[in-house]
């Protein structure tokens, strides 16, 4: 996630880190050297050239720029309920920490909650298509059952058996049993949202329209700019582009919120908060610190 101070006016400008401009540099550019070949040939051979009214452009683009902006409205939807949902596993994390104080054995209580850090790390790493047990491993006690296709809900049905044994011996009440219970449920939502998101992307057929037409109306513009604005075609062809390509570059960039790119969710961040909340609580000193933004890139 980029993470900027408010820009003034040079770096509106001029700034690259976040922007998309980089993904979509080439296509601009095959627009605007599109745009100075069709006017050349208009300059030059104006008999084969047959002048296009801007009338439908100005339909189709305000059409497109309506639609664009209703699917960028549906990413950044996915993209803010994800970073809602990875607020809620903290808010369940912490009250786990708080309602698991009354477990007087403190090697079990901190399994457990080692067991928090381990389901968070594996739950980044199943949403990034990475290794669970892998990133989960140096905070597990024992691997989860082999064979298991869910390491996260393994590990938080373990940690489940585990409360549910010390309210079977009375260690704990059945009411602080169920308070715990709850926030491994939580969790749970927590996961099932974020699988949801992952899993379940735009319905293509409506990102495809919008792409075919976005590339269609960059393309076509030319001809319609070409005799009125002449060679002042290629830049007011180049900003317009420049728009509809971004757009659509957005909407893909935000469609999915847990990857690696410089505008996903900060989880790696979020994961450290999990980790530096247990680790107080067990009473650790020093604590890992706090992941900060590096060169405006929080990850």
Not at 163 to 188: F, N, P
Request: glycine share 6%; proline share 7%.
């Amino acid at each position: 996630m980029i993470v900027h101070p408010r820009p003034d006016v040079l770096r509106v400008l001029f700034t690259l880190k976040g922007s998309i401009v980089k993904r979509i540099a080439l296509r601009c550019l095959m627009v605007t050297l599109l745009a100075a070949l069709i006017v050349l040939i208009e300059h030059h051979f104006p008999a084969f050239f047959y002048p296009v009214s801007a009338t439908p452009f100005t339909l189709l683009g305000l059409s497109l720029s309506i639609f664009m902006s209703f699917r960028n409205n549906v990413c950044y939807d996915r993209w803010w309920e994800g970073r809602k949902a990875w607020g809620q596993l903290i808010i369940e994390a912490r009250s786990f920490i708080r309602e698991s104080q009354v477990i007087n054995d403190e090697h079990l209580r901190a399994r457990l909650l080692r067991g928090l850090c381990g389901f968070a790390h594996a739950l980044n790493a199943r949403l990034r298509n990475e290794d669970e047990l892998q990133a989960a491993g140096p905070w597990l006690a024992e691997a989860p059952r082999a064979g298991s296709y869910n390491p996260c809900d393994a590990i938080l049905r373990e940690i489940g058996e585990q409360c549910s044994s010390l309210a079977a011996d009375k260690h704990i009440s059945e009411w602080r049993y169920t308070l715990l219970e709850q926030r491994l449920v939580g969790m749970s939502q927590v996961q099932a949202t974020c699988e949801r998101i992952k899993s379940t992307p735009m319905p293509f057929p409506y990102t495809l329209l919008l792409h075919r037409t976005s590339y269609i109306f960059c393309l076509l513009l030319p001809f319609a700019l070409a005799e009125p604005l002449g060679w002042l075609a290629p830049a007011f062809t180049t900003i317009i582009s420049y728009t509809f390509f971004g757009l659509d570059a957005i909407g893909n960039e935000l469609e999915d919120p847990f990857g690696r790119d410089e505008n996903d969710l900060p989880t790696d961040a979020l994961v450290r908060t999990v980790e530096r909340d247990v680790l107080s609580a067990l009473g650790h000193e020093p604590l890992p610190p706090a992941l900060m933004p590096v060169d405006h890139v929080l990850s």
